[in-house]
T-cell receptor
Framework: EPEVTQTPSHQVTQMGQEVILRCVPISNHLYFYWYRQILGQKVEFLVSFYNNEISEKSEIFDDQFSVERPDGSNFTLKIRSTKLEDSAMYFC????????????FGSGTRLTVV | TQLLEQSPQFLSIQEGENLTVYCNSSSVFSSLQWYRQEPGEGPVLLVTVVTGGEVKKLKRLTFQFGDARKDSSLHITAAQPGDTGLYLCAGGVHSGYALNFGKGTSLLVTP
């Protein structure tokens, strides 16, 4: 079964450093997403991406965050200057169609900011 | 942000019992999805419901979308230890791309 692949599975970084989280969505999917889950809390939407541009972003997705699809297969989330409160599981997801259809989520990247 | 309330928060039952978990909101959703999440893993889609009153069955799991598309339920018949996990509901709206997740129901099924 097709799957969404995320790397790395764990990332530890120092506060203020930049991190790039990588995702390979399912090849025929057109919509791509990043979500995060702080330990013990609910899954929260960060951003959606379609047709090479951001289609929607949440209040969490401020200027320190950016997304890119550099080569038609990878989908990346960059956090420019990490803060302690950025520590969370970051999930990439993709879907064939918008909204009414389910997503396929990756296994996540656990980001720890120290 | 449309809030989704899931109940109960925790549920511990014995193998063979039936259970129902609920997902409620004051908002109308264009679709509602149920996911199951294991510790340290991403959510795995179980079902999507889009029509008010819709009922979908997945083996021993029965999902229902409320007539007004504000609530949903998941019923498990004859629960098995393999059903243990965190069950999440997530709603989408016509005007947006985001899914709003509930906090989940943590289910433990003991042999």
């Amino acid at each position: 079964e097709p799957e969404v692949t995320q790397t790395p599975s764990h990332q530890v970084t120092q506060m203020g450093q930049e991190v790039i989280l990588r995702c390979v969505p399912i090849s025929n999917h057109l919509y791509f997403y990043w979500y995060r889950q702080i330990l013990g809390q609910k899954v929260e939407f960060l951003v959606s991406f379609y047709n090479n541009e951001i289609s929607e972003k949440s209040e969490i997705f401020d200027d320190q965050f950016s997304v890119e699809r550099p080569d038609g297969s990878n989908f990346t989330l960059k956090i420019r200057s990490t803060k302690l409160e950025d520590s969370a599981m970051y999930f990439c997801a993709s879907s064939e169609a918008q909204r009414s259809y389910g997503y396929t989520f990756g296994s996540g990247t656990r980001l720890t900011v120290v | 942000t449309q809030l989704l309330e899931q109940s109960p928060q925790f549920l511990s039952i014995q193998e063979g019992e039936n259970l129902t978990v609920y997902c409620n909101s004051s908002s109308v959703f264009s679709s509602l999805q149920w996911y199951r999440q294991e510790p340290g893993e991403g959510p795995v889609l179980l079902v999507t419901v889009v029509t008010g009153g819709e009922v979908k069955k997945l083996k021993r799991l029965t999902f229902q979308f409320g007539d007004a598309r504000k609530d949903s339920s998941l019923h498990i018949t004859a629960a098995q230890p393999g059903d243990t996990g965190l069950y999440l509901c997530a709603g989408g709206v016509h005007s947006g791309y985001a899914l709003n997740f509930g906090k989940g129901t943590s289910l433990l099924v003991t042999p």
